[in-house]
T-cell receptor
Framework: DVKVTQSSRYLVKRTGEKVFLECVQD?????MFWYRQDPGLGLRLIYF???????EKGDIPEGYSVSREKKERFSLILESASTNQTSMYLCASRLRQGYGYTFGSGTRLTVV | QQQVKQSPQSLIVQKGGISIINCAYENTAFDYFPWYQQFPGKGPALLIAIRPDVSEKKEGRFTISFNKSAKQFSLHIMDSQPGDSATYFC?????????FGTGTSLTVIP
C-alpha cells in the first residue's frame, strides 16, 4: 500500500527555533508537496517539488524553505519559528502530473 | 483569494439523512474536481472525483453533481452514517496545481 510518512505527529517548539518537518514516501513519486491546514482556511500550498533538487514556491512560502536531496524525502524548514506558524502541516505526493495526491497523516506544530 | 469557495463550514445531519456540501469556482481552466475525506488525526484521502464533461458521478452512497454553466459542484452523501463524520474538502485542478476549498465538518448523529 502506498505510504507517505511524516516523522512527527505532534511537535512543540519555541519561538525563534529552527524546525525541520520530515516527509518520506515509498512510492517512487516524482512530485511532493507541503500544505498547511488551518480552520476556515482549508489547505494552503507552501512549497512543492516536481523532482529531486527542484523546488517551487506555493501560495504562502514566507518563513519557510524546503529541501529535496533524495526523491523519497521532502523536508520543510521553518528558519525561525513564530507563533503564527502554529498549524497542521500536511505532506502529499503524487506519481507525476495528472495523478492524484496521497497525503501523510500530518504534523501538528505548536510554536510557543 | 479563495479559488474554490466551499459551504457550509459545518453540517449536522441525522443518521439516514442526506448530506450536501457545495463548492463554487470561477476559473474555467479547472479540469478535474476531486473530493477528499479527512478523519481526525489523518491526512485527507481521495473520496470521489469528476471531470467537467459529465454532470454526475456516483460511487456507492457518494455522488458528485456538476453544473458547468453555473461553475458549481456538490457532494451528496445518501443514507448518511455516523462513520461518515469527517471533514470534507472539495478541490479543483488547473495545470499542475490543486486548489482546495476551506473544508466542511460533517457530523452525523445517530
Amino acid at each position: 500500500d502506498v505510504k507517505v510518512t511524516q516523522s512527527s505527529r505532534y511537535l512543540v517548539k519555541r519561538t525563534g527555533e529552527k524546525v525541520f518537518l520530515e516527509c518520506v514516501q515509498d512510492m517512487d513519486h516524482e512530485n511532493m508537496f507541503w500544505y498547511r491546514q488551518d480552520p476556515g482556511l482549508g489547505l494552503r500550498l507552501i512549497y512543492f517539488s516536481y523532482d529531486v533538487k527542484m523546488k517551487e514556491k506555493g501560495d504562502i512560502p514566507e518563513g519557510y524553505s524546503v529541501s529535496r536531496e533524495k526523491k523519497e524525502r521532502f523536508s520543510l524548514i521553518l528558519e525561525s519559528a513564530s507563533t503564527n506558524q502554529t498549524s497542521m502541516y500536511l505532506c502529499a505526493s503524487r506519481l507525476r502530473q495528472g495523478y492524484g495526491y496521497t497525503f501523510g497523516s500530518g504534523t501538528r506544530l505548536t510554536v510557543v | 483569494q479563495q479559488q474554490v469557495k466551499q459551504s457550509p463550514q459545518s453540517l449536522i445531519v441525522q443518521k439516514g439523512g442526506i448530506s450536501i456540501i457545495n463548492c463554487a469556482y470561477e476559473n474555467t481552466a479547472f479540469d478535474y474536481f476531486p473530493w477528499y475525506q479527512q478523519f481526525p488525526g489523518k491526512g485527507p484521502a481521495l473520496l470521489i472525483a469528476i471531470r467537467p464533461d459529465v454532470s454526475e458521478k456516483k460511487e456507492g452512497r457518494f455522488t458528485i453533481s456538476f453544473n458547468k454553466s453555473a461553475k458549481q459542484f456538490s457532494l451528496h452523501i445518501m443514507d448518511s452514517q455516523p462513520g461518515d463524520s469527517a471533514t470534507y474538502f472539495c478541490a479543483a485542478r488547473s495545470g499542475n496545481q490543486f486548489y482546495f476549498g476551506t473544508g466542511t465538518s460533517l457530523t452525523v448523529i445517530p
